[in-house]
């Protein structure tokens, strides 16, 4: 008995040191062709909802960790998550306090394209997911929904490599 468990757990060694090993190459042929991004950025988002302006004001700063994979050329398919907390005040005659958290989690289809050096554009449209929790005194509220995303804008790589929405 003692020989097939230690057959058993050779193989299951040797299965560990193979998957390693071929998880290893793929990593490197991801980053040695320069296929993959991560970037983080902080966004300002302007709500539009007149009564959420009152209580939380005109401006939100929104947090967003992006992953992307260049799949072909300049083309790449990118997920992002993002994240925000405001607090505020309810009506002028109240004046309870309220705080809201929101997250983003989205995906899609992006191009880039560097038109100078280290200066360039790109373009992204997806898919996206927001969701909100809400506490108003001690009263507690969240939803959420699905919607479309459509970006675009100008980067700088400090790199050499791919751009990495910088």
Request: glycine share 10%.
């Amino acid at each position: 008995m003692s020989g097939s468990f230690r057959s058993c757990c050779d193989e299951k060694k040797l299965f560990s040191i193979l998957f390693s090993v071929l998880l290893l190459l793929t990593a490197d042929r991801i980053f040695s062709e320069n296929s993959f991004a991560v970037s983080y950025s902080q966004n300002i988002v302007f709500p539009r909802d007149q009564k959420f302006r009152q209580v939380y004001g005109k401006i939100i700063l929104l947090q967003e960790l992006k992953l992307q994979f260049f799949f072909f050329g300049d083309y790449y398919l990118w997920g992002s998550y993002g994240f925000s907390k405001k607090s505020g005040s309810t009506i002028p005659e109240l004046m309870l306090p309220t705080r809201i958290t929101q997250h983003y989690l989205a995906a899609g289809l992006g191009f880039s394209e560097k038109f100078a050096r280290n200066v360039g554009y790109k373009i992204e449209a997806g898919i996206s997911w927001i969701g909100y929790r809400e506490n108003v005194f001690e009263i507690k509220h969240s939803g959420g929904g699905f919607g479309i995303r459509a970006e675009g804008g100008l980067f700088y790589s400090f790199t050499k490599n791919r751009q990495t929405n910088a």
